[in-house]
């Protein structure tokens, strides 16, 4: 019954590589997000889909590349990683956007 | 400057102390405002949301000051269970969604 799920939820790899993390919402919800918390523990937004239109993409390195298959589903696939993009990405959904937002468990990635 | 600050702690209290947390925000067009909490190596989840006249849901209290752009989260008879990082959240006018997070308060209850 988990509402925000996300896998891998661990993703080690080599600099360079270009990796997926893959995000699903049972929820019936309209709105999905990708967040970014660095070792700093600040928490940002990357990017928001409505109804599997872009609706936010911050200033994140196109390297970064989101896909919403369809509205349960929101992807990150990210290329040629470097050391900075060591992180916990979490993925987030809600009803409608500016609705409340249910976080996935996070997938901790760490580029060697 | 960040465009919402907090104080990163962390807070160490005794278990049945009170504690406040506070947090204020640069952005004046900033619409939505919630406290999270994140425990350890897990995921945000929203605590409580906050009105302008302020809310109460047990033992948390929030408080809004929009003339302030002041925000604070009262915590009555802390519970071991409490202890988390609290996140300050807001939303500003027409950004479809973004939440803007502070760094997080870190509170710590001890026995």
């Known amino acids: 019954d988990t509402a925000v799920s996300q896998t891998p939820k661990y993703l080690v790899t080599q600099m360079g590589n270009d990796k997926s993390i893959k995000c699903e919402q049972n929820?019936?919800?309209?709105?999905m997000y990708w967040y970014k918390q660095d070792s700093k523990k600040f928490l940002k937004i990357m990017f928001s889909?409505?109804?599997?239109?872009?609706?936010i993409n911050e200033t994140v390195p196109n390297r970064f590349s989101p896909k919403s298959p369809d509205k349960a589903h929101l992807n990150l696939h990210i290329n040629s990683l470097e050391l900075g993009d060591s992180a916990v990405y979490f993925c987030?959904?809600?009803?409608?956007?500016?609705?409340?937002?249910?976080f996935g468990p996070g997938t901790r990635l760490l580029v060697l | 400057r960040k465009e919402v600050e907090q104080d990163p702690g962390p807070f160490n209290v005794p278990e049945g102390a009170t504690v406040a947390f506070n947090c204020t925000y640069s952005?004046?067009?900033?619409?939505?405002f919630f406290w999270y909490r994140q425990d350890c190596r897990k995921e945000p989840k929203l605590l409580m949301s906050?009105?302008?006249s302020g809310n109460e849901d047990g033992r948390f209290t929030a408080q809004l000051n929009r003339a302030s752009q002041y925000i604070s989260l009262l915590i009555r008879d802390s519970k071991l269970s409490d202890s988390a990082t609290y996140l300050c959240?807001?939303?500003?006018?027409?950004?479809?969604?973004?939440?803007?997070f502070g760094q997080g308060t870190e509170l710590s209850v001890k026995p």
């Open positions: 889909y409505n109804n599997k239109e872009l609706i």
């Open positions: 952005n004046s067009a900033s619409q939505s």
């Open positions: 959240v807001v939303n500003r006018r027409g950004q479809g969604g973004k939440l803007i």
């Open positions: 987030a959904s809600s009803r409608d956007s500016g609705e409340t937002q249910y």
């Open positions: 929820l019936g919800h309209d709105t």
């Open positions: 906050v009105y302008s």
